[in-house]
């Protein structure tokens, strides 16, 4: 292995997914602060490189930087450095995720990358980003500029897990374009405390027939802002979406945002965002958002806020279970991880962290 | 030998009186059947030897194996012996049927004899209560208090959405739990199939938040089906 990742805690980045063993991977992407400091493949369908080496082995991606951004109109930050460039190959079924993880390492420096994903046609990619951060990184920044594209009948499921530490402050922007029977599935798992988060994902959905999913399970400790949302705009007939969130409050403050948008007719979709206030001085403000300038659409939200019952707890506590065991069973069910579509190693991964958070915060 | 005494409690909830100077006692391995029509207070007086939150204990005491429960937490009464079947339990999302039975019981194969003979493979790993028709709410419900091994069970209408089939596979489980465990059982019945399968040894009757009658369980039944409730508060052999 390579020197620069001795030192990185393996348990630190099995939190945020990342194996650097191995085991059921097929790609491997580690940045260190500005550094790219490892990527190899184990799967030819695949290519993953840094994204500056990868513009100079193929010149064609160059048409990939910045196109997501601008098909939305939002400004692309041209000043990153570092950052992946995934090539998922024409018909490659990748099973075996690929795993990319960017890491915090120094104190106050910010860390501002441009990733790409590209899904051909036809292809299935599933893609795990965990990123992390040394304790040692006192106010420092997280900027991730990323631009995915899901090509012609192309799947991604992409995973993001934030485990960061509560001095760094992170603002992910990323766009995803989808083409025609196209998929894209994005799921996002926030359970550490962090100073602050601040993103709003979008994705368009390009083509015909294609279809988006955002999932999100985020926990908010005392302390920390956390300013998440997930937004899909419909460009054309008969695409589908689904934003789920499922957000708890044990102290911090909340804005789970949703937003979807029919620019064309022949569009269903549905947002939910569901919050649980843990604590006396936790805050959880939910923002739905529906938007269309056509009749022929099925659109809907839900969202509810709430404490957990206190019926549930006097059940579990009559089956002998004491209150502060039962309450973080409760919570620990309450972020379902089965909303999230992800592959099973890595879902029971995610719930020994939550069942570690929920308990040593009670 | 007694297990618990009610010792001439008081229930109000939310301001009402709705139990008035209830007297009981349940002796070591006995099934107690409680009888009463719709709203007397049967759930109540069980949801105050539990302890849940609302029902205000304004008077009197409630002794379980000589010591008083009042100032106990719900789980400490869990602890010392005390399992109820609900009414009608919460639905508690996201907690599994099979995470529970594991937190109630670290012996595996007997998790699996139970879920075996109650039927409940089928809902193990749905969330507690979620979607669950009537009569499995009650198997899920037995089999949590199974998993307990208390010394007292109390059941609020153990039959209510079961099916006969049911009912007779249920019966069982319990009737053999008791005879192995020498455990006590307090039993709130509308339709006395239970005690066909489990030996009834004391019976009373509650009306308008009073008890009335304690005795023979099986004639008691009787009396209530052939005069109705009523006329079985005149009857001089009223005791409590
Ligand atoms: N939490 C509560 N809030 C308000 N009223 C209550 C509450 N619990 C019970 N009551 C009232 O107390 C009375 C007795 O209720 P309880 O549930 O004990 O009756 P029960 O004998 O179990 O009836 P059933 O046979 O229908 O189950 C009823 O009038 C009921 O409406
Ligand atoms: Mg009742």
């Known amino acids: ?362 | 030998m007694e297990l618990l005494h009610i010792k001439d409690i008081s229930v109000t909830v939310e301001g009402k009186q709705i139990l008035s100077n209830i007297d009981l006692s349940i002796g070591k391995g006995k099934v107690f059947v409680l009888f009463g029509p719709n709203g007397s207070g049967k759930s109540t007086l069980m949801k105050s030897i539990v302890g849940i939150s609302g029902y205000n204990i304004i008077s009197g005491d409630i002794i379980f194996e000589g010591r008083s429960l009042l100032n106990l937490s719900i789980d400490e009464r869990a602890k010392f012996g005390i399992a109820m079947m609900f009414q009608h339990p919460p639905k508690v999302r996201g907690v599994k049927l099979s995470q529970l039975a594991r937190m109630l019981c670290n012996d595996k194969k007997k998790i699996e004899k139970y879920i075996e003979l109650l039927n409940l493979g089928y809902l193990f790993d749905r969330d507690l209560n979620v979607d669950f028709s009537g009569g499995e709410m009650k198997r899920a419900e037995l089999l949590q208090i199974i998993l307990m091994r208390p010394k007292l069970i109390l059941l609020d209408e153990p039959e209510s959405g079961v099916d006969i089939e049911n009912i007779s596979i249920m019966g069982k489980v319990l009737d053999e739990y008791l005879k192995e465990s020498g455990a006590s059982c307090f039993v709130i019945s509308h339709t006395g199939y239970i005690i066909e399968y489990v030996k009834a040894t004391d019976g009373c009757l509650m009306l308008d938040g009073n008890l009335y009658c304690v005795g023979n369980p099986y004639k008691l039944f009787e009396t209530i089906k052939e005069y109705g409730y009523e006329k079985c508060k005149e009857c001089d052999i009223r005791h409590a």
């Open chain 1, 1 to 362: 292995m390579h020197e620069e990742l001795n030192n990185l805690s393996e348990k630190d980045l099995l939190d945020a997914g990342i194996d650097l063993k191995e085991r059921q991977r097929s790609a491997t992407f580690v940045q260190i602060d500005e550094k790219p400091s490892l990527f190899r493949t184990m799967f030819e369908g695949i290519e993953l490189l840094p994204t500056e080496d990868a513009i100079k082995k193929y010149p064609r991606f160059e048409q990939y930087i910045g196109k997501a951004f601008s098909a939305i109109n939002k400004d692309f930050p041209r000043d990153t450095k570092g950052g992946f460039f995934l090539l998922v190959k024409k018909g490659a079924n990748v099973v075996f995720p690929i795993q990319v993880c960017l890491f915090l390492k120094k104190k106050s420096f910010s860390q501002k990358i441009h990733n790409v994903i590209l899904v051909e046609e036809g292809a299935t990619a599933y893609v795990i980003n965990g990123c992390t951060s040394d304790k040692a990184s006192k106010d420092s920044l997280h900027v991730g500029v990323s631009e995915y594209y899901v090509e012609k009948g192309g799947y991604l499921n992409f995973t993001m897990i934030h485990s960061w530490t509560e001095e760094v402050s992170v603002q992910p922007k990323s766009v995803a374009l989808v083409e025609e029977g196209g998929v894209f599935v994005s799921n996002y798992v926030c359970l550490k405390p962090v100073r602050e988060i601040v993103m709003y994902p979008s994705c368009v959905l390009n083509g015909r027939g294609s279809r988006a999913s955002f999932s999100s399970i985020i926990l908010g400790h005392k302390g920390s802002l956390q300013d998440i949302g997930s937004r899909v705009v419909f460009r054309a007939e008969e695409t589908s979406a689904e934003i789920l969130s499922r957000t708890v409050s044990m102290g911090g403050r909340i804005i789970a945002r949703g937003h979807l948008k029919a620019q064309c007719p022949s569009v269903k979709a549905h947002l939910e965002c569901q919050g649980l206030i843990v604590s006396e001085k936790g805050s959880i403000h939910a923002i739905p958002e529906l938007e269309t300038d056509y009749r022929d659409v099925d659109m809907s939200h839900e969202a509810a806020i709430g404490k957990i019952s206190k019926e549930e707890i006097e059940y579990l506590a009559s089956r002998g279970i004491d209150e502060n065991t039962a309450r973080s069973v409760i919570i620990r069910g309450f972020m379902d991880t089965d909303i999230l579509g992800l592959p099973e190693e890595l879902r029971m991964q995610i719930e020994g962290l939550k069942e570690k958070l929920t308990d040593s915060s009670m």
